[in-house]
């Protein structure tokens, strides 16, 4: 191990957003508030609680306004979704004050999930971001296919850095770095994201893994030996979008939690409380819980 490995890394939680945006059956609202207080009780100070999308392409975000009216907080940073002007228009009305903006590196991608090509994306959305930063948001931008894209392959770093560039310039806080299809291995991780690391000293950076090969938490401690302390996890290891064949869930919240405890980084979150939050929508999700942590532990 090395000596460089962080003393405490941020989780930001996106179970309520990419964990249930995949779910087939629609998870019940008081359901969906239910799981956001109980991860809230568990430590959880950063979390994607909805999105402002079409309910047409993603029927299980159609009711994000009631989430948003419902769930914001003081103390957390709860995020929304957003991609497009619809989108920063419907922020507009809530209280919320942190936007995550995302965006494929991949036009074929970006095409399938926003229904624009990355330049087209990017247009709209970086005097978007200046406005955002006017009003005193918090911006995130999730880079999509920032390695791996289930239409065009191997992405070229290069091309990742040149989208998280143009994120960096218009002001994003935050750039969120995804695996969005799990192909990633530690090394592609430990490689992408030291150049990040060395190129944005002044921006979050954070680290967005899905584990469809079971990659997640080997890519997790390759990116904070590259320097990464914040980390995208869901709890119960949901997740996947629906515009990524192949993609599923993200890392799991709880085996995350656990490995950085046990290396004692620590990341101020309670397991057991975790599981009781997970307890909250597991009676409605159309798959079992595969994480770990979940299976030896969960009563
Ligand atoms: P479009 O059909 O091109 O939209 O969809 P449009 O501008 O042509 O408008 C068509 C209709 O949609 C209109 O309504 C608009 O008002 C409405 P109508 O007049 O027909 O009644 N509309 C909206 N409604 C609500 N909210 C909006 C909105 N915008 C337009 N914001 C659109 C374009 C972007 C809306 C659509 O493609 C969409 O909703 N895509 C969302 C896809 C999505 O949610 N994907 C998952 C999240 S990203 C992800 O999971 C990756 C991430 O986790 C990182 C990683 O792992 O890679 C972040
Ligand atoms: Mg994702």
Known sequence: MTDSLPAEVTIIEVGPRDGLQNEKEFVPT??????????????????EITSFVSPK?????????????????????????????????????TSCKAAAVFVGVSNSFNQKNINKTTEQSMSELVPLIAELKEK?????????????????????????????????????DELSVADT????????SYQLFSMLVKEFPNTLLTAHFHDTRKMALANIYAALQAGISRFDTSAGGLGGCPFAPGASGNAATEDVVYMLERMNIQTNIDLNKLLHAIEAVKPYLTRPIESMYYQLHSY
């Open 181 to 188: 299809i799990g192909m990633a291995v530690p090394s592609e």
């Open 57 to 93: 392409w993603v029927p299980q975000m159609q009711d994000a306004d009631d989430i948003a009216f419902s769930c914001l907080t003081e103390h957390t940073r709860e995020i929304i979704l957003v991609p497009n002007t619809k989108g920063i228009l419907r922020l507009y009305q």
């Open 136 to 172: 005193g948001y918090f911006v995130r931008a999730c880079i999509s296919t920032a390695f791996y894209c289930p239409y065009e392959g191997k992405i070229d770093f290069q091309d990742t850095l040149k989208l998280c560039r143009q994120f960096a310039e218009a002001g994003a």
């Open 30 to 47: 008081d359901v969906k508030k239910e799981f956001i207080a109980r991860l809230k009780k568990a430590g959880i100070t950063e979390m």
